[in-house]
């Protein structure tokens, strides 16, 4: 068990780690992959990447002597709840605002 767990949101607020973060959404790749679509090294995107497994935004799977990394769907599902959280949050506020100047201007 880590010791330290990466927050999701700090881990998507580095550029870099988004942008692997993105492309890892669009299918699963190898660093090497990765490394050959960005401007750092092969190393700093292992560190990227291993920023967003902390995160559990994404898992790597052993593929000869290579790792393939993927999106984690149960990570990736605890992102979304805490951004329909927040919308809901951001909706139920905004309500309480408008019908508030409603009752005020009646």
């Keep these: 068990m880590p010791t330290y767990q990466a927050d999701v949101w700090t881990a998507l607020g580095d550029p870099t780690r988004r942008a692997i973060f993105e492309r890892l959404v669009e299918r699963p790749r190898a660093v090497g992959e990765l490394a050959g679509e960005f401007p750092v090294s092969r ?15 994404v898992v790597g799977q052993p593929d000869g002597n290579r790792r393939i990394y993927q999106v984690d769907p149960a990570g990736l599902g605890a992102l979304r709840a805490d951004l329909e959280r927040f919308w809901g949050q951001a909706l139920a506020n905004y309500k309480a605002v408008v019908e508030q100047r409603t009752e005020e201007q009646s």
Excluded: G, I
Aim: glycine share 0%; aromatic share 0%.
């Design 43 to 57: 190393p700093a995107v292992s560190q990227h990447l291993k920023v967003l497994k902390d995160a559990r935004l």
